[in-house]
């Protein structure tokens, strides 16, 4: 019979938060986040605990780039769901990271997620592997523009589109009527009147060859990889953590529920984020001062 988890954890939670702190005291640790440290900010993952699927799955680029009806549902239903991912705010996990990283002892942070929430936090060099919902892109020009921009037209196009009760749903994915879908209107780029699409790696597309490389320098430079909420399901993120483990750098896992990097994890800590992370930057911060301290006094 397995050990319930508990907020308290396990005795291999414990061991696995040991570690983590020990990690990160030899200072250049490599941060890889996803979906779950997102999920105290409100933004839902679409995967549950076991790794699962829960939603429908999202849209392929394959399917947005291949119809006009597949992008208007996409923009529709994102534009119901954006204030939800727009008024979302970093957590005590976000936060976390970012004070472990001006202290020296995170030295990179990779996301998949698309939220923004790391920059938000202050982690400005936050690599973010599968870009940005923030920024929109054209896929004629290439010009990119702010989705706050977007989400104005968009609005003026669709008056009173958000108030429909059936968009008036909390989880930003809101399944949305095919009438109120029909009637939806899509905004062109204003330079060239190409089609728009989120400036995110949609399933199908691939990461683009220059970042999946920084990627790659920046694990490879890591004394350790910390992966933060991540199932690692998708291979854009399982191929760090098998970089890392077959150089011989130590892999953490903070992730509540089995991941597919479980077994080539050094340790794995299957409690919350935010609580998992506040207790690591504080302790990473009380060896620092009695670092300092000791060094002050030979
Ligand atoms: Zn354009």
Known sequence: MSV?????????????????????AGRGVVVLSGAGLSTESGIPDYRGATGSRRRRPPMTYQEFTGSEAA??????????????????EPNAGHRAVEQLRRSGHVSAVITQNVDGLHRAAGTRTAVELHGGL???????????????????????LNGGFRDADAVA???GDAELPQELVDGFRVAPCR??????????????????????????????AGQALVVLGSS???????????????AGTPVVIVNQGVTRGDELAAARIGRPLGAVLTEAARRSAEVRTCGWRASTYV
Request: charged share 30%.
């Open 4 to 24: 319930p988890a508990t907020l308290d954890g396990t005795a291999a939670d414990a061991a696995g938060l040991e570690t983590l702190v020990r990690l990160l």
């Open 71 to 88: 992008r208007r549902r996409y923009w529709a239903r994102s534009h119901a769901g954006w204030q939800a991912i727009a008024g979302a």
């Open 134 to 156: 923030h920024r929109v892109v054209c896929l004629e020009c290439r010009r990119t523009s702010a989705r706050e921009e977007l989400d104005r037209r968009l609005e003026a």
């Open 169 to 171: 749903r909390p989880d």
């Open 191 to 220: 330079a060239c009147g190409g089609v728009l699409k989120p400036d995110v790696v949609f399933f199908g597309e691939s990461v683009p060859e220059p970042r999946v490389r920084r990627c790659y320098e920046l694990v490879d």
């Open 232 to 246: 690692l399901t998708v291979m854009s993120g399982l191929r760090f953590v098998r970089r890392a483990a077959r």
